[in-house]
Antibody, heavy 119, light 110 residues
């Protein structure tokens, strides 16, 4: 079955660009849609955006100007880049298998990777 | 401030039935399907109910979902201590053109 594993730097300085990777195993990355979700410490879930298997993307309007999502099919990896980070971007970041218009929900999640923004 | 509204907490005793509600609007719950997630302490969210009332394989039938108008509910019957978790509703929002989550409901089993 499909499994996801997020990875990232752990600590990022304010104003820098955060880069995260999600490695997909057990299935074809090209066959599904993929979302990123984050959860600040002690708070709820926030959808960041989605990369569709067509190659198109859809981003949370509140983050849109700072986000870039992409897929490297040769490595079976998703990528999330978030620019100009601030303390408010400190969170656990998850990748998940998604569905169009979230009709079927997000049925496979990674364990998450913790990102702290601090100088 | 979440687009979808959930009570921050709920509680019940073992064996009891509890309901968690999720309120939205015509641009989200009113026109799209609702999904529910369970997040046990220190773990990633897990899809519990999809497309309003469907259970993924492996989810006990003690968990059920429903939707009416611009609101949705998650019911848990035969409450167990292992059900202590945060529960989130989610759906697509046509105005925001993205997924929106409720603020989450922390369920305590007394």
């Amino acid at each position: 079955q499909v499994q996801l594993q997020e990875s990232g730097p752990g600590l990022v300085k304010p104003s820098e660009t955060l880069s995260l990777t999600c490695t997909v195993s057990g299935g074809s990355i090209s066959s599904y849609h993929w979302s990123w979700i984050r959860q600040p410490p002690g708070k709820g879930l926030e959808w960041i955006g989605c990369f569709y298997y067509s190659g198109s993307t859809n981003y949370n309007p509140s983050l849109k100007s700072r986000i870039t999502m992409s897929v490297d099919t040769s490595k079976s990896q998703l990528s999330l880049k978030l620019s100009s980070v601030a303390a408010a971007d400190t969170a656990v970041y998850y990748c998940a298998r998604a569905s169009s218009r979230d009709y079927y929900g997000m049925d496979v999640w990674g364990h998450g990777t913790t990102v702290t923004v601090s100088s | 401030q979440s687009v979808l509204t959930q009570a921050p907490s709920a509680s019940g005793t073992p064996g009891q039935r509890v309901t968690i509600s999720c309120s939205g609007s015509s641009s989200n719950i009113g026109s799209n399907t609702v999904n529910w997630y369970q997040q046990l302490p220190g773990t990633a969210p897990k899809l519990l109910i999809y497309t309003n009332n469907q259970r993924p394989s492996g989810v006990p039938d003690r968990f059920s979902g429903s939707k009416s108008g611009t609101s949705a509910s998650l019911a848990i019957s035969g409450l167990q201590s292992g059900d202590e978790a945060d529960y989130y509703c989610a759906t697509w929002d046509d105005s925001l053109n993205g997924v929106v989550f409720g603020g989450g409901t922390k369920l305590s089993v007394l």
